[in-house]
């Protein structure tokens, strides 16, 4: 499974713990989810709310159902492909979220034991999100919400600079100071990977898989400096005290078309969990609401 790479190589911090690698435990940044009181003075048009689960290194979507039984699945924006893992032998299964009805595939050996299966981008296709704390809110691509998110968020909603490659989303973001780059938004993974400027605070080192079964020990760090996401506007949205892994080799890596150095970097957990997300799946765009971090 060739499209599965980017989320074994990025949401590995996850299952470091429960494969039981060389670590103490699974890793819990000091950023916290946001806290985010939706504006009552608007009324939203139709959606589907889905419940969020942020278990500190990984999120899950919860109320997931099938025959009967309630499932929560891994969020990972990191893979372009939802499944689910089972022992019997059905090659696909219907489940429903909200109301609204999906099948999915069943592949194996991919997730540990815990997580009996993985939303990724595919889930969402058609539709656009808005991601705060505890809630996700669900709009069909032709709901104003939509077309003119603004109009419900007000101006504190940053549009970011981001382009697509294949199926995946990635946000331009500035750090070390004067260096402007593009990474994968993923959020299946805890940590962020970045580039590594020479005040970082060195936090020890993590042993992380690798696509193809391989394990590689990495550099755990946390910046001493403020890294930015950059908005369309040219507003830079800053973030103090991220932690990120760094000295991974790239040729480890299969990553989709060309292996520039853009594609290596990583928007994670540790960021993407202090704003409120807006993501709009048809047209391509991603915000975040300005809050105090």
Same mark, same amino acid.
């Given at each position: 499974?060739p ?5 074994q190589?990025v949401?590995? *911090? $996850?299952f470091l713990?429960?494969f039981?690698?060389c670590?103490?435990?699974p ?12 504006p009552?003075?608007?009324?939203l048009?139709?959606?589907?709310? *889905? ?8 999120l ?6 099938s ?11 990191g893979s372009?492909v ?5 022992m019997?032998?059905e090659v ?7 109301g609204?009805p999906f099948?999915l595939?069943?592949?194996?050996? *991919? ?7 993985l ?6 296709s058609?539709?656009?999100?808005f991601w ?6 669900r709009?069909p691509?032709d709901?104003?919400?939509?077309e003119?998110p603004?109009a419900? $968020?007000?101006t504190d909603?940053?549009l ?8 995946h989303?990635y946000?331009?973001f500035?750090?070390?100071e004067?260096?402007?780059?593009f990474?994968l938004?993923?959020?299946g993974s ?8 020479p005040?970082d605070?060195f936090l ?8 193809g079964?391989?394990?590689?020990t ?6 001493t400096?403020i890294?930015?996401l ?6 830079r ?5 991220v932690?990120f ?12 078309g060309?292996?520039?150095?853009e594609?290596?970097?990583?928007i994670?957990?540790d ?7 807006f ?6 765009r991603v915000? *975040?609401?300005?809050?105090?971090n």
């Amino acid at each position: 499974m060739p499209k599965l790479s980017l989320y074994q190589k990025v949401s590995v *911090i $996850l299952f470091l713990f429960s494969f039981g690698a060389c670590i103490p435990g699974p890793i819990r940044s000091h950023q916290t989810p946001v806290l985010y009181q939706f504006p009552t003075n608007k009324i939203l048009p139709p959606h589907t709310r *889905i419940s969020v689960l942020d278990e500190g290194s990984h999120l899950l979507i919860t109320g997931i159902e099938s025959q009967e039984r309630t499932f929560s699945f891994l969020w990972d924006t990191g893979s372009d492909v939802s499944f689910y893992e089972s022992m019997g032998p059905e090659v696909s299964s219907d489940f429903r979220l909200g109301g609204y009805p999906f099948t999915l595939n069943q592949r194996k050996g *991919i997730l540990p034991e815990s997580i009996p299966g993985l939303i990724g981008l595919d889930f969402f296709s058609g539709s656009c999100i808005f991601w705060y704390g505890e809630e996700l809110k669900r709009f069909p691509e032709d709901s104003p919400f939509c077309e003119h998110p603004d109009a419900y $968020l007000s101006t504190d909603l940053k549009l970011l600079n981001t382009k697509k490659k294949g199926d995946h989303y990635y946000v331009q973001f500035e750090y070390p100071e004067g260096h402007t780059s593009f990474g994968l938004l993923d959020t299946g993974s805890s940590l962020n990977l970045l580039p590594s400027a020479p005040s970082d605070r060195f936090l020890g080192e993590k042993k992380v898989f690798l696509a193809g079964n391989k394990i590689q020990t990495a550099i755990h760090k946390e910046s001493t400096s403020i890294l930015y996401l950059v908005a369309k506007s040219g507003i830079r949205e800053e973030y103090r005290q991220v932690q990120f892994l760094t000295g991974i080799s790239l040729e480890n890596f299969h990553l989709p078309g060309d292996k520039d150095r853009e594609e290596v970097w990583v928007i994670g957990l540790d960021i993407l969990r202090t704003r409120p997300l807006f993501w709009d799946f048809s047209r391509g765009r991603v915000g *975040i609401v300005h809050t105090k971090n």
